[in-house]
């Protein structure tokens, strides 16, 4: 069972659009949800994150959405730029220092320029 | 800042044999490590989770016999693959947590069977 659903599969944006990356996840135990950014044979990078009392949390061009009761969330990647493609994975864990992190299936973004 | 370091990079094995990889945290205490293993099909797949003062905890299909891993301080975990098959192929990635929520990846070891 997928825990955490991300949407769309993949995404294709041109420069300089915003580029808006969904996830949902089931167990309303989960409050602390990051993003990773990964590239082709590279680890994934933490890119921001929030905490379930926060329903936005901004870094630069990337903002996170959160909606608790719906639980859902979504980044959104403002003036995308070519260097942005990547897959991008939403996680969520039950917040306790833990490193048990849910991965939902990713997100492949493309931004053509 | 913190950094995790994964060694080695990559490897090739032959089947049926088995292979160590390393996982270091640098410039932060880990409280917790946990291994992960991604593959095309299945995204990141949890191995394992070591939190400092507990038992190391394994996953369903994930086993000890299979996946030993070792632990020794807040900086360092090793994971032997034993006798590793096809099946057993793909990133392996070390995640480190920092204090109460941010978890930090190494680069991984990407293992190939053949």
């Known amino acids: 069972q997928q825990q955490v659903r991300q949407s769309p599969q993949s995404l294709t944006v041109w420069e300089g659009e915003t580029a808006i990356l969904n996830c949902s996840y089931e167990n309303s135990a989960f409050d602390y949800f990051p993003w990773y950014q990964q590239f082709p044979g590279e680890g994934p990078a933490l890119l921001i994150s929030i905490l379930s009392v926060s329903n936005k949390k901004e870094d630069g061009r990337f903002t996170i959405f959160f909606n608790k009761r719906e639980k859902k969330l979504s980044l959104h990647i403002a003036d995308s730029q070519p260097g942005d493609s990547a897959t991008y994975f939403c996680a969520a864990v039950n917040q306790g220092g833990s490193a048990k992190l849910i991965f939902g299936e990713g997100t492949k973004l493309t931004v053509s320029s | ?114």
């Open chain 2, 1 to 114: 800042g913190a950094l995790v370091y994964q060694y080695p990079r990559r490897t090739i094995c032959k089947s049926g044999t088995s292979m160590r990889m390393e996982c270091q945290a640098v410039g932060f205490q880990a409280t917790s490590v946990a291994w992960y293993r991604q593959s095309p099909q299945k995204t990141f797949e949890l191995i394992a989770l070591s939190t400092v003062n507990s038992a190391i905890k394994y996953e369903q299909n994930f086993t000890q016999e299979k996946f030993p891993i070792s632990h020794p301080n807040l900086s360092f975990s090793s994971m032997t693959v034993l006798n590793a098959y096809l099946e057993d192929r793909g990133l392996y990635l070390c995640g480190a947590a920092q204090g109460a929520t941010e978890v930090f990846f190494g680069k991984g070891t990407r293992l190939t069977v053949v």
